[in-house]
């Protein structure tokens, strides 16, 4: 069965890629990653915030209280250097580059305009065969309009790819109201790649000390549909290569993904729960159902059940809505089910 | 290898030298020699390699008699081999130093000389700490600059090699440890140069070992000890050349030509001046300015005090003197004179009655004393010296610097001489220690001192105050080498970094005639003039000043900076000073930022950058309106209603003129009055809390956890309301047994630092709004002046009594009404220590007597010049002493015995004296049952009841009586450290008080390192935690000091955090106090060298609980006789990673950053120990109890 596949250029040897995640934190993860059959390999994410927040921190702990008191001038020795900043994920980068065989493709969430474009070509530079932007915005200001938002994301997208040549894929939320406007204008920009969707974390309430909590949940396979649905409308119609990556467990969701018209699908959260094998067991079981129902490759089926291939295009779009507002019965006791 | 320019302080000079000449150093922490220590042990971390190419073995011990015995074996097994001290613990080292000089033995140590404790501790510079060890046989070198410090290391160890004397390298603490100058650093090839590979073979040679045994250290009887002590004349006697020849030896290498005593002044001279240290360079500096102006004066600088070669001092006078003045940094109560002046003297006597003495006549010869705990020595003062010698009858054994007003000693002097140059640019800078403008300083000295041709000097002064303290910076740039080595006085540029500080302090008094003042102002340039104070705007008009001001804390906030202004207030002086060109300046400074801060992350480079862009588009310049004062007043240091000793002495300190007093305003003997800092209304903290009735729980949690005794809470009858102010506030109290009464939360404003631990310790919120608590912050100013009229008249509201018949101390809620006896401390903000002394005093202060090691917990407790111990209503109160850093356990053992055996006598007493007494009172006096706090009240009204009965008596035994009478009341010793001061120094007398029956209470707050001097490992310090002398992290677990106290089976031990469980840390105090034999009370304290939020230091004492880092047990030996265990597991078992907690703390996390792999090797051990200890204490908590069925 030919299960080989293009991403941005990238020929893989099947489509299911581990996506950005405590798997590749350390060159031990990404090897064991490329053992375990993974075609290619999305790093975790190199955080512009995170770099900032870590070089404030450990700024204020080694100033607080210094040149203070007499007996006291500081409160921590001086231990040559810290790492802070994007050394160890270059150097990360370099050492799978290396060690390991498979595609890298660096993950990059930035902040500042100068953060995006230098850490992009820092991870360019450091030899990653592509760039997946991991955009995570929220939009809390209520005088930012969707317009501002969506122009925001073109040109952090604009400015990456005018300094580098390696493909750049971006990874967008959901939230935007005209997302198929948005994705063709990601294409038009200049994307590679459009990876959908990020999935941000929801805080959560705690009731019993009044407090707004983080709450991290993995996904199901529940969540792939609105991916699903997205990549089906905009197979065909965008010029850069789609990949799923939110609710991909099992061989069936992975072929869902490639029906609706995606190249690849990232996986984390089976991986997570589940192991590395999974990696092997989600493709085995995509070939199994293939082989069943004698396909030959994957290519054969990337985009079947695209909306433009579908008998019922409409099924993406109003209808699918309509249906489900038809199924639905008033609950005898009166209550909304 | 060319010399580098290099611009750093005395301590990293002698470091310097220090290090590449040793294979192994044994430090331990002292103030001002730790940075020596702590550099070494940096510079090891790196692998920095000494010169022979091999990295240096630093071994930190548990005291300085412990690292001078290490250093005493590594010299007898042949290493070159170092140490640093100071004061105590130079003298600490006594005992080893007279060995190793006996041995002959080549060693140089590094001492910072710093005042010994005696009527009471200081940390600064004076010479009674090398004077003390004048005996021991050491050589005693003196470096009188940052310059001469390297040299004289270097000298010191060419000279011990050769001279087989042990060196002491000395320079003066802080004047010289402390003071940043640009100087020319001593390359390889001089070290190289000045040292005999051969004669540390010889060194390596004489040392013990198997393969050529001999015995050293024998018994000597008396045949023959004198003979074989006398066998070492020789070597002294060849010293004093040998070192010569080193001097000359390292003049012919770098030009810089020493001698063991150096002459400068007037070649004619009549009237010298001889002195040594740091003082030599204003005495030169003021020699050389008078002698230009024709004056016959010079000085003389002793480089080589020991051995003393009188020759040589006598041969570098000039011929023609007349008159000599000999001043000594120290005092030698009941001498003849003090040390220098009586060996000079000697040395004149002996020379002139030989003829050796270029003079045939004796000189006339007068000593004084100047400079004790770095009292300033100025040219004045040095001038005041030389016109008393040209008078016909000077005044000998005089003192300089200060008004003798009692034994009139002292010469005056005119403090407006000045011999500074114009040329000299002389700066001021007045700061916080929170915004950073020392750090900016010192690296606008380094700029200078680097980049440019000009010499270059920095000094900073810190008051004693851990959280908003002051400092000043004395920055010195000029074309020729500065000897300025003291404050300036005379400024033409003074710097202003807090606006709070006009109404403060005298800020301008030492700006000169048309100085350039820059003022941080929250107010625009237009409008500033009129927000200040008449005393500042009158000093601007009478020297006609030139005044700059920027909101240097909006281009803060606005470039991310928070509150450190330091490179925006360092770009405005470079901008405004002139002292470089503005763009070459900014260059400068940026490319500082970058050294300094780049491997903390290219953010915070940036952010000082646009700090620096943002600088000067902010400044301006204010047009001096008119010419006429306004009626704005600098208000009173203290108030008006304050004690007279507060008003007249402790005002002077506050304000900065502590120098002023005389000496009949010290108190003779060290004594003080507590309850002082209650006057010093600081006004520091920007935000404080904000009570709302209406939310709070009334659980006293704010109260407890509150640092600074800041926030107290009372109950109360509601008709005393009547007089309240109009925003007092006040709502039901929430008491079953207080039905009816009134509650109020009063918080000191004026007191409070701002540290938001109490708004962190609140668990109320309103149910409408969950981010408003029951205690919020709001901005400081608008409060300022309604709080304090509140807090007035809460505090006239009656105290909880102790002996409440209805309401029990034992839970958090009802402790919290009682009275803290300690208050407004100088501790650091969110101090994780003053809470546990606090409630010590909230319990049992008004019975204390506190026996205090060294260390944070005596500084915060009683450095002046206000001390936080205060009593009730009835004027009791802790009494508090503090002895040494290692003997706290054994001094409080020494109050035990005392008050153990005046009950004894007492008692005694009283059956003889029961006629007088009468029967009832004599019983109730005998057989009084204090083990409540009602029975301890009805004991205090016996014994108020005897001394009526017996006042006026003349019998002897009613004398006695009454003199011992109070032991007859209960008293609660307490003896209060840190782990240093536990686990390392002072663990043999805390191992002895274990052994002992006697009541004392040990009291450690344990902090994991050496707070007070910035953060040094100690044995608690845990695995994994980086601290300084374990800059690689600290390889070995924390000691488990309570299970060895638990050995004795005799000991109450009790390890809490108040943080992770309030309840048992209170019922730990109460049971320790109760135990009548020795107890040791472990309570964890967060600190500000773990590197964390400090507000958050109680959720980090949960993390360290929930974690298994700390685990919490009380351990109470009179459970055994209750056949039950006395040991009590009282936390749950490890809830969190290890990691989940030691990450969220930077002493951790930055090995995390700087070695990934050590950290998770420490890690894993430390987890492993985490584990082993729990499972250790289930056991032990389950083993069998001796006794029982």
Known sequence: MDMTTTYMGLTLEHPVVPSASPLSKNLDGIRRLEDAGAPAVVMYSLFEEQIDAESHRLDHFLSYGEESFAEAISYFPDLGSYNVGPDAYLELIAAAKKSVSIPVIGSLNGVSRGGWTRYAKLIEDAGADALELNVYYIPTDPKLTAAEIERMYVEVLEDVKSGVKIPVAIKVGPFFSAFANTASALGEAGADGLVLFNRFYQPDFDLENLEVVPHLVLSDSDELRLPLRWTAILCGRIKPDIAITSGVHTGEDALKAMMAGAKIVQVASELLHNGLGRIQGIVGEMSTWMEEKEYESVAQMQGSMSQRNVAEPAAFERANYMKMLASWRPDPTGALI | ?1189
């Open chain 2, 1 to 1189: 290898m060319p010399r580098r320019i290099v611009t750093i302080d005395g301590n990293e000079a002698a470091a310097t030298i220090a290090y590449k000449m040793s294979e192994v150093i044994a430090i331990y922490p002292i103030t001002p020699s730790t940075p020596m220590a702590e550099q070494c042990d940096a510079w090891a971390a790196v692998g920095k390699k000494n010169i022979c190419g091999s990295v240096p073995i630093i071994q930190e011990m548990q005291s300085e008699a412990g690292a001078a015995a290490a250093c005493h074996g590594a010299l007898q097994t042949g290493a070159m081999t170092t140490s640093f001290t100071a004061s105590q613990g130079l003298l600490l080292m006594i005992p080893s130093m007279f060995k190793i000089a006996g041995e002959l033995t080549s060693a140089v140590f590094h001492i910072t000389a710093r005042t010994v404790a005696t009527h009471a501790l200081s940390i600064f510079g004076d010479h009674s700490d090398v004077m003390a060890v004048r005996s021991t046989g050491w050589a005693l070198l003196f470096g009188n600059s940052v310059q001469e410090v390297m040299d004289f290391a270097l000298i010191a160890q060419a000279s011990t090699l050769e001279a087989r004397v042990p060196f002491l390298n000395i320079m003066d603490g802080f004047r010289t440890s402390h003071e940043v100058m640009k100087i020319e650093e001593l390359s390889d090839d001089d070290v190289r140069a000045m040292i005999d590979d051969e004669l540390v073979r010889k060194h390596r040679a004489r040392a013990l070992s198997p393969d050529h045994p001999v015995v050293r250290g024998t018994a000597q009887n008396p045949d023959v000890f004198f003979q074989a002590r006398e066998t070492v004349n020789p070597f002294y006697a060849a010293t004093p050349t040998i070192v010569q020849n080193a001097m000359n030896r390292f003049a012919s290498l770098t030009g810089r030509q020493y001698h063991l005593f150096d002459y400068v002044g007037a070649p004619d001279a009549e009237r010298v001046v001889v002195l040594m240290g740091s003082a030599c360079e204003t005495a030169q500096e003021t020699a050389e300015y008078l002698a230009q102006q024709g004056e016959k004066v010079g000085m003389i600088k002793v480089r080589l005090y020991r051995p003393f070669d009188a020759e040589a001092l006598v041969a570098a006078m000039p011929p023609t003197v007349k008159a000599v003045a000999v001043l000594d940094r120290t005092k030698e109560p009941g001498a003849a004179g003090e040390p220098l002046y009586q060996d000079v003297v000697t040395a004149l006597a002996e020379t002139v009655a030989t003829g050796k003495a270029p003079f045939a006549a004796m000189p006339r010869v007068i000593g004084g004393r100047y400079g004790l705990s770095s009292k300033e020595f100025t040219p004045a003062m040095c001038k005041a010296v030389f016109d008393e010698l040209t008078l016909k009858s000077p005044k000998n054994h005089f003192t300089v610097g200060i008004t003798d007003d009692v034994t009139h000693t002292s010469l005056a002097y005119d403090p407006s001489f000045s011999t500074e140059p114009e040329d000299v640019v002389r700066a001021i800078f007045w700061g916080l220690g929170a915004d950073g403008t020392v750090g900016a300083n010192k690296n606008s000295v380094k700029i200078i001192g680097e980049e440019t041709p000009n010499a270059a000097q920095g000094y900073f002064v810190y008051d004693s105050k851990k959280s908003g303290s002051v400092t000043t910076s004395h920055l010195r740039f000029g074309p020729r080498p500065i000897h300025s080595t003291y404050l300036i006085n005379h400024a033409n540029f003074v710097a202003i970094h807090q606006f709070g500080f006009v109404e403060r302090y005298p800020v301008l008094e030492s700006a000169v005639k048309g100085a350039v003042v820059l003022l941080n102002s929250p107010f625009p340039a237009d409008e500033v003039w009129d927000k200040l104070p008449a005393e500042f705007q009158q000093q601007v008009l009478a020297k006609d000043l030139k005044l700059w001001t920027m909101d240097a804390y909006d281009v803060a906030k606005a470039t991310g900076m928070g509150v450190r202004i330091n490179t925006i207030m360092q770009t405005a002086f470079f901008a405004i000073s002139g002292v470089l060109p503005r763009d070459e300046a900014i260059a400068q400074i940026k490319n500082a930022i970058k050294k300094t801060y780049g491997k903390r992350g290219e953010a915070v480079v940036q952010k000082n950058y646009a700090a620096v862009d943002a600088a000067l588009e902010h400044l301006h310049e204010v047009k001096i309106p008119g010419r006429e004062p306004g009626s704005l007043r600098m208000p009173p240091v203290v108030s008006p209603e304050a004690p007279e000793f507060v008003r007249t002495v402790t005002a002077q300190m506050i304000a900065g003129r502590g120098d002023s007093l005389p000496v009949s305003a010290m108190p003779v003997d060290g004594t003080f009055p507590t309850a002082t800092t209650q006057w010093e209304k600081r006004n520091i903290a920007l935000e404080v809390p904000v009570w709302e009735p209406d939310v709070c729980i009334q659980c006293g949690k704010c109260v407890l956890v509150c640092p600074h005794a800041c926030i107290r809470s009372k109950v109360y009858d509601g008709a005393l309301l009547a007089d309240a102010p109009a925003t007092f506030k006040s709502t039901a109290a929430k008491w079953r047994e207080l039905a009816d009464q009134k509650f109020t939360i009063q918080v000191a404003v004026e007191d409070c630092t701002g540290c938001t631990l109490c708004v962190e310790a609140c668990p109320a919120k309103d149910k409408s709004q969950v981010g408003r608590k029951a205690i919020n912050m709001a901005p400081q100013r608008p409060l300022r002046e309604t709080e304090a009229a509140n807090l007035e008249f809460f505090l006239g509201l009656p105290d909880m009594p102790k002996d409440n018949e209805t309401l029990r101390f034992n839970t958090i809620k009802n402790i919290q009404l009682l009275r803290p006896l300690f208050e407004y401390s100088g501790a650091c903000a969110g101090c994780g220590e003053t809470p546990y002394v606090k409630l010590l005093t909230q319990l049992f202060g008004d019975r204390a007597i506190i026996a205090n090691a060294t260390g944070c917990s005596s500084i915060y407790g009683g450095n002046l010049p206000t001390t936080p111990y205060c009593v009730n209503k009835d004027g009791l109160g802790p009494a508090w002493n503090n002895s040494l850093f290692e003997d706290a356990a054994e001094f409080g053992l020494g109050f035990r015995l005392t008050l153990e055996q005046q009950a004894q006598y007492a008692r005694l007493l009283v059956e003889q004296l029961r006629p007088a007494l009468g029967d009832a009172l004599a019983d109730g006096l005998l057989t009084a049952d204090q083990t409540t706090e009602s029975g301890i009240t009805a004991q205090r009204r016996r014994v108020a009841e005897l001394q009526q009965k017996l006042a006026g008596s003349k019998d002897n035994a009613a004398l006695e009586l009454l003199s011992v009478a109070g032991a007859l009341v209960k008293k609660s010793v307490w003896s209060l450290g840190g782990d240093g001061w536990a686990y390392d120094i002072g663990y043999g007398g805390l191992d002895h008080v274990f052994s002992t029956s006697h009541d004392v209470n040990l009291l450690v707050m344990d902090t994991e390192v050496y707070s007070n001097t910035g953060g040094q490992a100690s044995k608690s310090t845990a695995r994994g935690a980086v601290a300084k002398f374990a800059a690689s992290g600290k390889p070995a677990s924390k000691k488990d000091l309570g299970r060895m106290a638990m050995n004795y089976g005799s000991v109450y031990v009790a390890s809490v955090a108040l943080g992770a469980n309030d309840a048992q840390t209170v019922r730990a105090f109460i049971e320790a106090e109760s135990y009548p034999g020795p107890s040791l009370i472990i309570a964890y304290s967060h600190c500000i060298s773990h590197g964390i939020d400090m507000a958050k230091g109680l959720n980090q004492q949960k993390l360290a609980v929930d974690s298994g880092a700390v685990l919490l047990y009380r351990y109470d030996p009179r459970l055994a006789a209750e056949g039950k265990s006395p040991l009590q597991i009282d936390s749950k078992p490890p809830s969190i990673p290890l990691s989940d907690f030691i990450y969220t703390e930077n002493r951790y996390r930055m090995l995390q950053q700087a070695d990934p792999a050590t950290a998770a090797r420490l890690l894993a051990a430390a987890q492993a120990d985490v584990q082993a200890r729990w499972q250790m204490y289930q056991h032990l908590a389950a083993a069998p109890v001796p006794g029982s069925a």
